[in-house]
């Protein structure tokens, strides 16, 4: 008797009708949050190089509370913005990675395998890029090595929202997870490399909140008016300690509970996340990319700005990078394992995937804020660079997305198909699936 083989690995493969479903949600507020921030960045640019630069800088730069020094709160609307906004956006990244580890798809090794791998790849080849490029002109701007290795996750969406609103659920969960693993090594990086003057103190002390978060949200999570001050003070006390405060959305995102305590029904984490992600998609994120992308092309010279080798680094990090990381990473992954693409997937499809994975910006630009300072002339060309990277990944993206947009079609009308009406697609409930 002839010995069967175990089946292969299949990658990018449709997830389950739960998964699918919440996926769904989460791609439905992040695509709108997309369409935000491009325009809260439009805003920015065409204000900054306008006749009244001048007044938006001045918004940036004012302090609402110039006296709250010993209480951390004199910092400007565009450092708030930075600090205190995007804690939000990663208090959401919290809640995210913790659903995924504790319920979601990283919660099993292989299929965790392939977003991992693709992210370390997709955040160690554009470092590599950055380096070379820097080291070869000198190696001035090397503290910005980090850049070019974030993907943001809600303007990739808003160009797939443009281009290919059909693309299968496999390749969109893919995105997806990838984004948050992505995330989750621009936490460590930002924690471990990007903290300047360091405080233990007031760091030590912010357990005692973020214990008593942990503590409270299992036990009274309606008690809002009580979460909500221990949730600020844990903030003050991560900032006051030289790590960037954001850090502590994400700590504060790790202690609330996934499972349902009576055991059904979505968890208390899904429940803040779909509450909490429209504030950060629709708020926090395009408050941050208004003050953070308007850089100032008045008076500078192209060719200068296009030779600066922080410049070149970033964009060939974020273009290239990007592309060979991501691509690449899965590509040996699918060779070591001798996995296979799932069906109707092919190579030029995660080709696209990967330089869509190009697109950086929120916690690009927040890194180049950390590696060179706000307002610094650095800071300006990362500003240009990370435009720049961004926008060349998503117009070769969708050019290599497009030409299969009949094929997503398909797949998206056989993947909603409901023959029998009763709320969930028939592929769902095929055996096997």
Avoid at 32 to 55: D, F
């Amino acid at each position: 008797m002839t010995e069967r083989l175990p089946p292969s690995p299949r990658l990018l493969s449709r997830r389950s009708w739960p998964e699918a479903r919440f996926l769904a949600d989460v791609l439905r507020a992040e695509t709108v949050g997309g369409g935000l921030l491009l325009l809260g960045a439009l805003i920015a640019l065409l204000w900054a190089n306008s006749p009244w630069r001048a007044a938006y800088a001045d918004l940036g730069a004012w302090v609402p509370w110039p006296d709250g020094a010993g209480l951390h709160l004199d910092l400007s609307l565009a450092a708030w913005a930075a600090d205190g906004l995007l804690a939000i956006f990663f208090f959401v990244a919290g809640l995210e990675l913790k659903r995924e580890f504790v319920a979601g798809d990283l919660r099993d090794p292989r299929r965790a395998a392939l977003p991992v791998v693709a992210a370390l790849g997709g955040m160690v080849a554009p470092a590599l890029v950055y380096v070379t490029v820097t080291l070869t002109a000198g190696g001035a701007g090397l503290r910005g090595w980090a850049i070019p290795t974030a993907t943001d996750i809600a303007f990739a969406l808003a160009v797939l929202a443009v281009v290919s609103s059909h693309l299968p659920q496999g390749l969109r969960a893919f995105l997806l997870t990838l984004a948050v693993v992505d995330d989750l090594f621009a936490i460590v990086i930002i924690a471990v490399f990007y903290t300047a003057g360091f405080h233990p103190l007031p760091l030590l002390g912010a357990v005692l909140p973020i214990a008593a978060f942990a503590l409270l949200v299992r036990r009274r999570p309606t008690w809002w008016w009580a979460l909500l001050p221990l949730a600020v003070t844990a903030w003050a006390l991560v900032h006051a300690s030289g790590v960037h405060a954001t850090v502590a959305g994400v700590l504060l995102g790790f202690t609330v509970p996934v499972r349902p305590a009576g055991g059904g029904g979505p968890g208390l984490a899904e429940r803040l996340e779909h509450r909490w992600r429209p504030v950060s998609a629709g708020l926090a994120v395009p408050v941050f990319a208004f003050f953070a992308a308007g850089v100032s092309l008045v008076d500078v010279d192209p060719a200068a700005v296009l030779t600066d080798p922080v410049v070149l680094g970033v964009a060939a990090g974020l273009v290239l990078g990007k592309a060979v990381g991501v691509f690449g990473s899965t590509f040996l992954l699918a060779r070591f394992t001798r996995a296979e693409l799932d069906e109707e997937i092919t190579w030029a499809d995660l080709a696209g995937l990967a330089l869509l994975a190009g697109i950086g910006f929120t916690v690009s630009l927040l890194i180049g804020e950390l590696a060179f300072g706000p307002g610094s002339p650095e800071d300006e060309r990362v500003k240009a660079a990370v435009l720049l990277g961004s926008l060349v990944s998503a117009g070769l993206a969708s050019v290599v997305l497009i030409r299969r947009n009949r094929v997503y079609r398909r797949i998206s009308e056989r993947e909603s198909r409901d023959s029998d009406g009763d709320g969930i697609p028939d592929v769902y409930q095929e055996r096997g699936a």
